[in-house]
């Protein structure tokens, strides 16, 4: 009998791991790595096999034993394994939970991590021996027995073709002719030929980065690739991954929005052909799992995903690259908040690769790390076509008659880039009709009653929609309040200047691009493909028109409102808008036709509009990086959050009060620690539930998680949580 006690990670909320015995009457091997099924309470549970120990002679519980083992050979590697581990220890959530991230949804459940199969018959060495005369009276099984000493093996499927029946393969098989056998198809055809398809020539400071990547390889190395929007970055890490793929290794590329993704692959797959899958939540379930096989077994060279990409087991892993390093959508704000961008500089030093971090507006954390030389910059200073950056123009609304928020400045310019045949982008980063709706009589206002918010106006179709809780109401005919139906439409939303557009140019077609009219699988991507014919147009769209999209003919770039943004509540506010604005903005001219910018300003003397009207992000940077410095705030010092929140603002308050009082902190712990808060959010109120926060800051990264391991440990106390959900976050990022 083994008294070995094997560890086994369950998909539960709780911080420790679980021991079983090895399955009764079950002789195959248990390989770290691999699923398991495991009794838990009255459930069965699909886990994972995370270490091995031997049972001490005085612990007399009573262990369980495991009820299957579903995989004869680990589908995590130790890589995955030392990733995942990093990963909970850093951001202070159950590796249980976190290690489901590294499986599909349909692996994760427990079902077969095989390809699709298809069902085989062959002969047996009995079957081998057998003589046409043998079966003369049973002519369909002479023809399949015939086929098969012909074929050696073929599928049921073929037999069929071949007019062979089921009751004839039956009646082989009973008389022990013929067996039956099962083959995985991978999708996937490993490509010998390593030529690029395609190349573009570089400019020398492009020549220059794809050298430095290049000599890279096999070491751990972070480079920050900071190059103005339109110098060529994706061809410089495009050329980079050439030499990755030749010494047989595979590359992972991050990209921000699951919209980018088409874009991108068909991108690669001019270069690298049938090389290049991609991953992301778009992709049904049979594709996610032949993705993710594809990945861990080393059959596909180049992965391009979203977000939780990060954790795909890769056989070669060669390099990383982070597209947008500095966008948001990197980190995950709920439940396990971890940062794709962060766990991908650690899985690069596992695994000994290089890195690269592109973007034009990189964020104040990776400036730091490369102006204290931690990352190496290389810098793209030109537009890979040889335009120029776009000129900026500010526009002062004060005092202004406004077309639907429109200036007759920005409307001039767009006829005139329209009469050029050239297309304009008008950038609003607010969704819907209008933010809100008054009643001119009595003054009601459309709140949400779920969050301290307003609900917006959407006319198409017509209704009422909050924007942070998803709340949805019927248009109201008549007001809640005073029963007048004299109501007013306050501000402005993308389909408010959509319908304005359409009508002061009607001859034009203006495309709305924002969430609500992509929502359809395809449609943002034939939406891009309308935009690339070159017709003369008007795009119209929020914040997914500014990521990374090459527009080679928008010449004009019209943003609406400047100002949203700049007083905002959250000291990471004015950073996001000039990264927002240097990326909208960089859509203009990037090809052969020069570009210009008109910003529409309440405070167009406000220092960081004029700012951005030079053009600078660097220097932008720069400033705010000698702020954050003077007033001790990340990336110079390191932040953590714990959230609570309950139906009752109290509660949700007096819960992190009482985890500061009643937990026992080390003094040299205390001391190292600056405590902020407990403070409500910014929205205290969201989705019915009120939410508090205390932020913790430190000088010193390991003294703030040792801070957070002692309140973490007070934190999966139950009775301490019974009314109250609570969260970390490190690093965090927002504070909506
Ligand atoms: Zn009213
Ligand atoms: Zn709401």
């Keep these: 009998m083994n008294s070995d006690l094997i560890e086994v990670l369950v998909p539960i909320p709780l911080m420790e791991k679980f021991s079983y015995l090895p399955p009764k009457n079950s002789k195959v091997s248990l390989k770290q790595g691999a699923r398991v099924l495991v009794p838990f309470g009255r459930r069965t549970l699909v886990g994972v096999i995370w270490s091995f120990s031997k049972k001490d002679s005085s612990d007399h519980r009573k262990y369980k034993h495991i009820k299957e083992v579903l995989d004869a050979r680990p589908l995590l590697d130790s890589n995955s394994i030392d990733l995942a581990e990093w990963a909970s220890r850093y951001y202070h959530y159950p590796l249980g939970e976190i290690i489901s991230y590294f499986f599909p949804p349909s692996i994760r459940k427990g079902k077969e991590a095989n390809f699709k199969e298809s069902k085989y018959i062959e002969l047996t060495s009995k079957g081998s021996f057998l003589k046409d005369e043998d079966l003369a009276r049973t002519p369909g099984q002479k023809k399949l027995v015939s086929l098969l000493k012909e074929k050696r ?15 004839v393969i039956n009646g082989l098989e009973q008389k ?3 067996s039956r056998f099962s083959r995985e198809l991978s999708p996937y055809k490993k490509l010998e030929n390593n030529k690029l398809l395609s190349s573009k020539k570089l400019n020398m400071e492009q020549a220059q980065a794809v050298e430095a990547i290049k000599e890279s390889q096999g070491k751990n190395q972070t480079f920050l690739l900071d190059g103005i929007t339109g110098s060529g970055k994706t061809e410089v890490y495009l050329q980079a991954i050439q030499e990755v793929v030749n010494k047989g290794k595979q590359a992972l590329i991050l990209i921000p929005e699951i919209g980018l993704a088409p874009q991108a692959e068909e991108r690669f797959k001019e270069y690298f052909g049938d090389r290049v899958m991609s991953f992301h939540s778009a992709k ?58 962060d766990m991908a500089l650690y899985r690069a030093k596992i695994e000994k690769v290089p890195v690269v971090l592109a973007s034009a507006t990189p964020s104040l954390e990776t400036l730091k790390n490369a102006q204290e030389n931690k990352y190496k910059v ?71 009653e779920r969050c301290d918010a307003l609900m917006t106006v959407h006319k198409n179709p017509l209704k009422l929609h909050c924007h942070h809780c998803e709340a949805q109401k019927a ?7 005073c029963d007048s139906n004299d109501f007013l439409s306050y501000g402005f939303g993308t389909e408010r200047i959509e319908e304005f557009l359409n009508n002061h140019f009607p001859k034009v077609t203006t495309l709305r691009i924002d969430s609500d009219s992509t929502r359809k699988k395809e449609s943002l991507n034939e939406y891009f493909h309308e935009v690339r014919q070159g017709k003369p147009m008007i795009l119209l769209g929020t914040q997914l028109l500014a990521k990374g999209h090459h527009f080679p003919d928008v010449t004009l770039v019209g943003i609406v409102d400047a100002d949203s943004g700049l007083f905002s509540a959250d000291f990471r506010g004015s950073e996001r808008v000039a990264q927002l604005m240097t990326q909208v903005s960089g859509r203009a001219g990037r090809d052969k036709k020069p570009g210009r910018v008109i910003l529409q300003s309440y405070c167009p003397d406000h220092p960081q509009i004029e700012e951005i009207i030079t053009g600078s992000y660097d220097r932008f940077a720069k400033r705010l990086l000698e702020e954050r410095k003077a007033s001790k705030i990340p990336p110079f010092s390191f932040q953590a959050k714990i959230f609570a929140e309950s139906p009752r603002s109290l509660i949700s308050r007096d819960f992190i009060l009482n985890l500061l009082n009643k937990t026992k902190i080390d003094e040299k712990i205390k001391a190292n620690v600056r405590i902020v808060g407990p403070l409500p959010s910014i929205m205290e109120k969201k989705s019915g539930v009120y939410r508090w926060e205390l932020s913790i800051f430190s000088k010193n990264r390991s003294n703030l998680h040792k801070f957070l391991d002692v309140m973490q440990s007070r934190l999966y106390d139950p009775k301490l949580s019974k009314q109250v959900r609570w969260s970390i976050d490190v690093d965090p990022l927002s504070s909506i």
């Design 153 to 167: 093996e073929i599928t049921i499927k073929s037999a069929k073709a071949f007019g062979i029946s089921a009751a």
């Design 284 to 341: 049904n379930d049979r594709e996610k799992v032949d993705a993710w096989l594809g990945a861990s077994r080393g059959l596909v060279d180049i992965i391009i995903g979203t977000r939780s990409s990060v954790f795909l087991p890769m056989k070669n892993l060669g390099m990383i690259v982070v597209d947008e390093e500095h966008d948001l959508s990197f980190k995950q704000m709920d439940k396990f908040r971890y940062s794709a961008r």
């Design 475 to 481: 248009y109201p005919n008549l007001c809640p309040s």
């Design 176 to 178: 022990g002719y013929i």
């Design 378 to 448: 290389l810098k793209l200073s030109k537009r890979a076509t040889g335009a120029n950056l776009p000129t900026f123009q500010a526009v002062d609304l004060r005092g202004k008659e406004l077309n639907e928020g429109l200036t007759n400045e920005l409307l001039e310019a767009t006829q005139l880039e329209l009469s050029q045949g050239n297309q304009v982008l008008i950038f609003l980063n607010r969704r819907g009709y209008a933010p809100s709706m008054i009643c001119k009589v009595c003054g009601w206002i459309s709140n949400c």
